[in-house]
């Protein structure tokens, strides 16, 4: 079993750029204050969602999705270390996102459609990483928002 539930940690402005790219979206630093730049992420309706890093709800919503990113690829990662062994024991990736609080200025809804994009590249990328182990693996992903 994979708890999603981890503790957030400190990010770099190199793992952010990571994070961005991954989502098809950019980071711009800002030179005065480090870690203080606008995280701007592509959303399906043809919107961009800018995270300002600056701003306290903005910056708690992005390490959230931080740490979901980089518990995934931590997942994925003893998926694969996994596989090369000859018995393949079950696998069940499981917590929860508590990053969308009720917000007045519509950031909740921005903020929804922005953790859809994520979810979203998550499932492709698991569903890539975990190809042809259907019938051998039984995979089960529950993330309680």
């Known amino acids: 079993m994979i708890s999603l539930d981890h ?4 990010y770099c402005e190199e793992e952010i750029n990571e994070f961005a790219s991954w989502l098809g979206g950019s980071y711009a630093t800002d030179v005065t204050k480090p870690l203080d730049g606008v995280l701007t992420i592509p959303l399906a309706n043809g919107d961009n969602m800018n995270l300002h890093m600056s701003k306290k709800v903005h910056k708690e919503f992005a390490s959230k999705l931080f740490a979901l990113y980089r518990i995934i690829r931590k997942a994925m990662e003893r998926h694969e270390d996994l596989s090369q062994t000859l018995h393949r024991p079950a696998e069940l990736i499981i917590g929860s996102f508590d990053g969308i609080k009720h917000d007045t200025d519509g950031f909740d809804k921005q ?4 953790l859809l994009a994520t ?3 998550i499932f492709d990328s698991l569903q890539t990483t975990y190809e042809g182990f259907q019938t051998s693996t039984v995979k089960a992903i529950y993330i309680y928002i």
């Not at 903020?111 to 922005?114: D, E, K, S, Y």
């Open 111 to 114: 903020g929804m459609r922005l």
């Open 119 to 121: 979810l979203n590249r």
């Open 7 to 10: 503790p957030l940690g400190d």
